[in-house]
């Protein structure tokens, strides 16, 4: 069964728009991982944060961890076409090795 | 170029028959994964390798399936007397050890049981 839980399922927005996406979790984590999927690329590692950090920043991306709400954030600025995929969260266990993936955030972004 | 592959990209099989694919991680990383994704779904993890010892196994991978990686290197799923249920991408991931180190994904086998 999968630990986290994207929200929303599906999202379509216009290019230049910033997009959010959530993900909730249910046991204790050692970091939280966030993936991009799409047709072209297969599954691309994002960005990591660990449990210990709340907010971390790459590029146009910014991830928040909240632990006692078991919760993640991603927010992609400034969206453009080639945003367009389906995004997860994972999540590792405390052992370190387990990554336990979400269904997913499917993005489509309007040129 | 040096990222994961698998082999084959693609199988069609007949329902009973027997499926082995090949996945040939990074060549310096040690540990290596197995997902199994199904349309609309994220990869579920079956099993996880650090170098030749197979560490930990999904209650996913029943009876049928067996994953080996003999010397450390490249890996083998097989399935055996595959059903239709078993229909999925399998996916393989390779990574550093340590904790949380970010994982690398190969193309994946898309698997098809009629």
């Known amino acids: 069964s999968q630990q986290g839980e994207e929200d929303p399922q599906a999202l379509s927005i216009q290019e230049g728009e910033n997009a959010t996406m959530n993900c909730s979790y249910k046991?204790?984590?050692?970091?939280l991982q966030w993936y991009r999927q799409n047709s072209g690329r297969g599954l691309v590692h994002l960005i990591l944060i660990r449990s210990n950090e709340r907010e971390k920043h790459s590029g146009r991306l910014r991830v928040t961890l909240d632990t006692s709400k078991k919760s993640s954030s991603l927010l992609i600025t400034a969206s453009r076409a080639a945003d367009t995929a389906s995004y997860f969260c994972?999540?590792?266990?405390?052992?370190?090795?387990?990554?336990?993936f979400g269904a997913g955030t499917r993005l489509f972004v309007k040129a | 170029d040096t990222g994961v592959s698998q082999d084959p990209r693609h199988k069609i099989t007949k329902r009973g028959q027997n499926v082995t694919f090949r996945c040939d991680p990074i060549?310096?990383?040690?540990?290596l994964y197995w997902y199994r994704q199904t349309l609309g779904q994220g990869p579920e993890f079956l099993t996880y390798f650090q170098n030749e010892a197979q560490l930990e196994k999904s209650r996913l991978l029943s009876d049928r399936f067996s994953a080996e990686r003999p010397k450390g290197s490249f890996s083998t799923l097989e399935i055996q007397r595959t059903e239709q249920g078993d229909s999925a991408m399998y996916l393989c991931?390779?990574?550093?050890?340590?904790?949380?180190?970010?994982?690398?994904f190969g193309p994946g086998t898309r698997l098809t049981v009629l």
């Open positions: 046991t204790s984590i050692n970091n």
């Open positions: 060549s310096e990383h040690n540990r």
């Open positions: 991931a390779s990574s550093l050890e340590g904790i949380g180190n970010e994982q690398f």
């Open positions: 994972a999540t590792v266990n405390t052992g370190g090795f387990k990554t336990i």
